[in-house]
T-cell receptor, first 115, second 113 residues
Framework: DTAVSQTPKYLVTQMGNDKSIKCEQNLGHDTMYWYKQDSKKFLKIMFSYNNKELIINETVPNRFSPKSPDKAHLNLHINSLELGDSAVYFC??????????????FGEGSRLTVL | AQSVSQHNHHVILSEAASLELGCNYSYGGTVNLFWYVQYPGQHLQLLLKYFSGDPLVKGIKGFEAEFIKSKFSFNLRKPSVQWSDTAEYFCAVNTGNAGKSTFGDGTTLTVKP
């Protein structure tokens, strides 16, 4: 069983389009994240949700809108895609509260290519 | 805000050579420290972690790391690398602040057979 699963794994689209990436975790964690990894492998946090509530939003353009329908799901919708959005997007999850040690469990990544 | 610095951007070794990757962080309080590994085309996986206690921690695949509080360092070591260790290695720090982890810029390790 995949603990943190993302779909799709690969996404190729044109500039200006809107696309979504979905993430689901079956670890029973309360906190979920989106990280962006650029072509130089730099890994930066974008968003964090705890029990469906946004708790971290790291100066990400408004074109990016996360949505958490429940604590096991965190989706990422991107409007008006730009060339610079090309990257690998990783979903992750962790425990929360006193159980949160900072250890992250990552999905397999979604490689977005904007042409 | 905390920051993490990995000094070696790209390391090339021959099999059986010893490895040490540097990681320094800046934060004055208590931290939890991690090393993650990303094999080519794969997601990040936990290699080892330090929360408290013995500052020398052992992880999977023969890796270990030593936390030196006075130097704000958490260097990763392996006595003898293998070709299969070729990967990207990330050091990360978590201060318990709303679950936010800060990652270093990563070190690419290439092991020649």
């Amino acid at each position: 069983d995949t603990a943190v699963s993302q779909t799709p794994k690969y996404l190729v689209t044109q500039m200006g389009n809107d696309k979504s990436i979905k993430c689901e975790q079956n670890l029973g964690h309360d906190t979920m994240y989106w990280y962006k990894q650029d072509s130089k492998k730099f890994l930066k946090i974008m968003f964090s949700y705890n029990n469906k509530e946004l708790i971290i939003n790291e100066t990400v353009p408004n074109r990016f809108s996360p949505k958490s329908p429940d604590k096991a799901h965190l989706n990422l919708h991107i409007n008006s895609l730009e060339l610079g959005d090309s990257a690998v997007y990783f979903c992750a999850s962790s425990h929360s509260g006193t159980q949160n040690t900072g250890e992250l469990f990552f999905g397999e990544g979604s490689r977005l290519t904007v042409l | 805000a905390q920051s993490v610095s990995q000094h070696n951007h790209h390391v090339i070794l021959s099999e059986a050579a010893s490895l040490e990757l540097g990681c320094n962080y800046s934060y004055g309080g208590t931290v939890n420290l991690f090393w993650y590994v990303q094999y080519p085309g794969q997601h990040l996986q936990l290699l080892l972690k330090y929360f408290s206690g013995d500052p020398l921690v052992k992880g999977i695949k023969g890796f270990e790391a030593e936390f030196i509080k006075s130097k704000f360092s958490f260097n990763l070591r392996k006595p003898s690398v293998q070709w299969s260790d070729t990967a990207e290695y990330f050091c990360a720090v978590n201060t318990g602040n709303a679950g936010k982890s800060t990652f270093g810029d990563g070190t690419t390790l290439t092991v020649k057979p």
